[in-house]
């Protein structure tokens, strides 16, 4: 995402703000017992990390995938805490040349969990060279250019790899092959999102009532990053305009003046939503027609709003183009004309049939 199209989102966005890392590492729980959510992930990664204890071995390389804000760098962090081990981190974009991989390769300690986040953007000499360290605890080295080149192969220490990815589409499959444990994370529900809001209130000192976790909870579109930012945007207005208590009517009017709604819809998703229902009468209509209409790129409405809108089933992508669901009427509070909503709600079948 750009800087420009980050400022537009700012408070749903679920990627990181720049000044937000500080604030978010002191939110992250540490140990896999305070991790909330995931069930089924955790389990797993609990049976994977001990039984490599019981054996005294070092456990299968893990692999996290899931959209942002989910928690994939608290689990890898969580997963070196568990195991008592070093842990070294660096990411796909920082790995521009197989070198810069061996070097990190050949350094590792036994034992030590290397974290690399974004593996989907490593460049690809390096995947190949990940591959065989992964596999044979060794790294090729070539020493030497051209004709006269030769491979020295290094031995590395047994370590656990811990990868990344919000886009485990985009990883080849001998790569993703060679990781023993592959962890889907999901969307949280809402009441562990409420779980999560009441253990960040404890951490930052406030007083948060129950149906101000809920209201916040409901509006964080099942992303943690976000049920952290909207905690900390309503109690800058429980401070400055209130008594610093977190109540829901806080809550409320906080969330209104940030143009959060009750589905976590934020100016930007509704006026996308408004021009779909009144202008194109539900579609469906093409993007760029669409993003036109809202005076936007069509990047920005694609990468922006509409992941959120279509996973929240206001607005369907057909052929054809975008089509409005039935609830995006009744969300935005329009009247379909007749023949607008059913169209819409037909093709929205038809489609779904075809595939
Ligand atoms: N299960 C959870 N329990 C409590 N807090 C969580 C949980 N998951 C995430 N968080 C909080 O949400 C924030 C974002 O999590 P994290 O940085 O792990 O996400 P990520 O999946 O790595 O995102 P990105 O793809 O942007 O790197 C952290 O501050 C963390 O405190
Ligand atoms: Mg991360």
Do not use: C
């Not at 192969?153 to 370590?159: E, G, K, L, Y």
């Amino acid at each position: 995402m750009t800087p420009a199209m980050a400022e537009q989102r700012d408070v749903v966005s679920p990627d990181a703000e720049v000044d937000e890392h500080a604030v978010e590492s002191a939110l992250r729980p540490k140990r896999l017992d305070d991790f909330v959510g995931q069930g089924r992930v955790r389990e797993q990664l609990s049976l994977v990390l001990h039984s490599a204890q019981q054996r005294s071995s070092v456990p299968d390389h893990i692999l996290m995938s899931g959209g942002p804000g989910l928690g994939k760098t608290t689990i890898a962090m969580i997963v070196a805490a568990e195991l008592g081990a070093p842990l070294r981190i660096t990411s796909g974009p920082a790995i521009e040349r197989s070198g810069d991989l061996a070097a990190v390769l050949s350094t590792l300690q036994e034992g030590e969990v290397l974290f690399l986040d974004e593996i989907h953007r490593m460049a690809r000499p390096a995947e190949e060279m990940l591959y065989v360290a992964m596999e044979d605890l060794r790294v090729d080295v070539v020493v030497g250019k051209g004709p006269g080149a030769t491979a020295v192969p290094i031995d590395i220490a047994p370590f656990t790899l811990v990868g990344a990815t919000t886009r485990a589409g985009l990883l080849p499959a001998p790569l993703r092959d060679r990781f023993g444990f592959v962890a889907h994370m999901d969307f949280y529900r809402s009441d562990e999102l409420e779980l999560i809001l009441r253990r960040s209130a404890e951490m930052l000192a406030v007083e948060l009532d129950r149906d101000a976790a809920a209201e916040i909870a409901g509006r964080s579109r099942g992303t943690p990053r976000i049920a952290n930012r909207l905690l900390r945007r309503v109690r800058d207005y429980a401070e400055v305009r209130g008594d610093g208590r977190l109540t829901v009517s806080t809550a409320r009017s906080a969330l209104a003046l940030y143009e959060v709604d009750e589905q976590g819809l934020d100016r930007l998703d509704r006026e996308v939503l408004d021009a779909l229902l009144r202008r194109f009468r539900g579609g469906p209509v093409g993007l760029s027609t669409l993003a036109v209409s809202v005076g936007e790129e069509p990047e920005t409405v694609e990468v922006v709003a509409e992941p959120f809108l279509v996973r929240s089933g206001y607005v369907a992508r057909t052929p054809r183009g975008r089509v409005a669901t039935p609830e995006a009427w009744s969300h935005m509070g329009v009247t379909p004309p007749s023949d607008a909503a059913f169209g819409a709600a037909a093709l929205v079948e038809q489609d779904q049939e075809e595939t």
